[in-house]
């Protein structure tokens, strides 16, 4: 497992964005983030970034599986810089016991299992985008969370619509 601290694997020369508030951002701790695979009220996958004492979620539609984790005639498609895009929906806030959890959930509310865990730190926030670096089994890379303006047709009622991007490190 990735333990909390500085990577050292993150040099300012490498990264392909850098600038001055991303040399900040970089020399603070990260904190973590867990992916739950959840069966209720259908199987999607419960995306939560630790943040103070709660877990900023969303709901994932799709499964953000790598490119090398697809089959092979999928694989010959798919080039690694491949950006991987999910349809999302912004959740309420979660319990930060859940960065550990797997099992049934109370009121018939489904079951979850941890399907990736691993460290985030964010490189910037407003109230329509988050975009941050993922290091874990499943997840290292660069991802982002974009608010949608327009509703879709996926989302349950009452849901705001965002997409996660997510591009793989080569």
């Known amino acids: 497992m990735i333990e909390p601290g500085f990577p050292e694997i993150w040099e300012r020369d490498t990264l392909p964005f850098c600038n001055d508030s991303v040399k900040f951002i970089l020399k603070s701790p990260m904190s973590r983030f867990v992916v739950l695979e959840h069966d209720h009220p259908f199987v999607h996958w419960d995306f939560m970034l630790e943040s103070g004492d709660a877990l900023c979620t969303w709901r994932l539609l799709q499964k953000p ?7 092979e005639q999928e694989t010959e ?3 690694p810089s ?6 999302a929906e912004q959740l309420p806030d979660h319990r930060i016991a859940y960065l550990d959890y797997e099992g049934k959930i109370s009121q ?13 730190i964010l490189l910037s926030q407003s109230k ?4 941050f670096r993922l290091e874990s089994n499943q997840l290292s890379g660069f991802a982002s969370l974009i608010r ?5 047709e996926d989302c349950s009622e009452n849901q705001v ?6 591009i793989p490190d080569e």
């Open 82 to 87: 491949h950006v991987i895009r999910c349809q």
């Open 77 to 79: 498609q798919v080039k």
């Open 65 to 71: 599986i790598r490119p090398e984790q697809e089959t």
């Open 128 to 131: 329509t985008q988050w975009e």
């Open 161 to 166: 619509a965002w997409e996660f991007l997510f």
């Open 108 to 120: 018939n509310r489904g079951t979850v299992k941890r399907w990736d865990a691993g460290l985030y």
């Open 148 to 152: 949608k303006d327009e509703p879709q």
